[in-house]
């Protein structure tokens, strides 16, 4: 126990002997750790808010469509109502067109459904079915000098010469909702009636929001409505979460394969350094072979050294990669888009304990080979070495 | 009699050098070292002593005949035995002294005992510090890095690290080749003071003058060993009677420090009894020759 603290130590200091490449080398590890930490915490806050959005806009709600993706009749929102469980039938129109020669998505529901979909920050929600009324984002009504009040025309392929709204409501840009629905487009909000005009579709509705009455009954109705409409397509919150989740997956794999080439990089870099550090040592390790250190002990001072790379890298790497997600999440991504995506910052052990991790079994990778040379050299050679 | 502290019977060396070259480094050499020996093999550059010495150091292997130290046979002896068998029984001295250079002088020394698992780092460091101090090392240096002292000092701590696990013989590669004539002079004094003190040396050299203060000299020409015709030595202690005397007690105190170790080993049962006895045996017969 003594020897290997004893030949721990001996590592250490040689590593303090040489602080500029110690330096270099373990600000490489830190590169790669700090950027594979803060895509982590990215990927976690992106995952909360994914989680949190879907709940928000779903909760124990069951979103139906057909299978065909074709419009459902209205109809089926009255035969939804009479399954046993089922609270409401939500009918949702969706389509696109212009505002103002902007591109936008026009989301119609019906009046008194509008708030569960959209946050009213000004003014107020559209006031009756055949009002002519909107709500559009407040970020890009600001972009596009429009205030409340305002008349706003909203030009479809089925209303070419466009219909007048008078801007009642500013809401809150919708976050992932509206990038994975809208994209850069701005979501104006009418009643379901207006939009049936603007978008042609009298009597049909392109999803059926069901809202359930118990949230443990959500499967049991599901159950239900695919016993009876073979022809819809029924997808829960569970069913959107997991979708959800595989896209992310795909993203995740992505982000960490890209991170993994810093990482490979930044093993390269310690396999450079402890080969080095080897070599300046040829004569040295002769000396301790003949003295007595065993094979098995040169290869732990080497490893050893690869190690403290690893760990000094690791440490700095995952503090650096916290701070870099944090500002990432805080300040480059709400910049980065023109709708406001605003991620929650989670700071848990998990990002550290996986960077540290990864560096260390990074750069114990990494020495294995030069450090299992080193313990082979063979004593006559290596104290014959200039 | 107990058997001699090195035999090398027969010992051949050749050399691969490319295709078809061989190099007959060593021929047929033979060499005997009893304990408490003081040798020395001298010869032009070239000759096979370095081999010769590589060999008696267990750091390389014969291509024929063998190899016994201390009675064993280490001819055929695994990599990782050899290791083993350098760190307890032989210690080295080389002529550019070879020092570790991320420890201090003091941790050199302490490094083979440490190595050896038989010394608790206290021991280690009380035994380092007697070593350091029988070889005349200045004590206001201990935690000096080897870059930080002379030629001579390294040395110094060169020798206390070769005696650092009470080596079977100690064997010097031109321990003064690389050293001033007065730092020579203390390495020699040092030399031959350790050996009056019951040590085995083996030293190779092409200073003559240093071949002269041991009891035996070989020559060694062509890859073949010769015994030099007895001559004139230099039997006088090269030190004063009272620089001896103050010599010797450090060495009592070296002594009595092993006899507790090997003691607290026995007591916990890391070495056997029979260990116990031999090593018990030799501590007496060393503190015998040291009072003599």
Redesign the interface.
Known sequence: M??LL?LAR?AL??LW?KKVRTGLTALGIAIGIASLVSLFIVSLGLRAKVGESINTLLGSSIIVRMRNSEPISVYVVHLLNNIPGVKKAVPVIVGSGLVESNNAFILAVPVDEIQSFQTILNGSSISSPNALECLMPKESATRMGISIGSTVRLVTPYAQEGVSFKVVGLSEVGGLLQAALAGPASVVAVSLEQGEKLLNKRGVADMILVRVNDPSNVSSVVNAIKITYPNLAVSTEEDVLDQAQSILNTIDAVIFTISAISIVVAGVGTMNSVTMSIREKI??I??????????A?ILYVFLMEGLILGLLGGLIGSVLGIGLGYVVIKQVLPRMFRFEISLPFILSPEPFVNGLAIAITASFLSSLLPSLNASRI???EA?RYE | MSSPALECVSVSKTYLLGKDIEVKALKNVSLRVEKGDFISIIGPSGSGKSTLL?IA?T??RPTSGRVLIDGVDVTELS??SL??F???KIG?V?QFF??????SALENV???M????RY??KEARLKALHLLRLVGFPEDRLRNPPNRLSGGQQQKVAIA?ALA?NPTYILADEPTGNLDVSSSAEIIATLKLLNSFGNTIIIVTHNVELARITNKIFFMRDGQLYEEAPRSFLERMPMGEEALESKRRIQLDILKLERENIERLFKSRMISGEAYERALKNLEDKEARVKH
């Open positions: 003594i020897t004893y001996y200091r040689d002997g004569r040295e002769g000396v301790l072979k003949s003295i007595g250190t065993s094979p002990q063979r004593p006559v104290l | 590589h150091g750091l390389d990599e990782s290791t083993a350098r760190k307890n080295f080389f070879n020092l570790i250079t991320n420890l302490m490094l083979p440490l190595l050896s698992r608790t780092l690290r696990n």
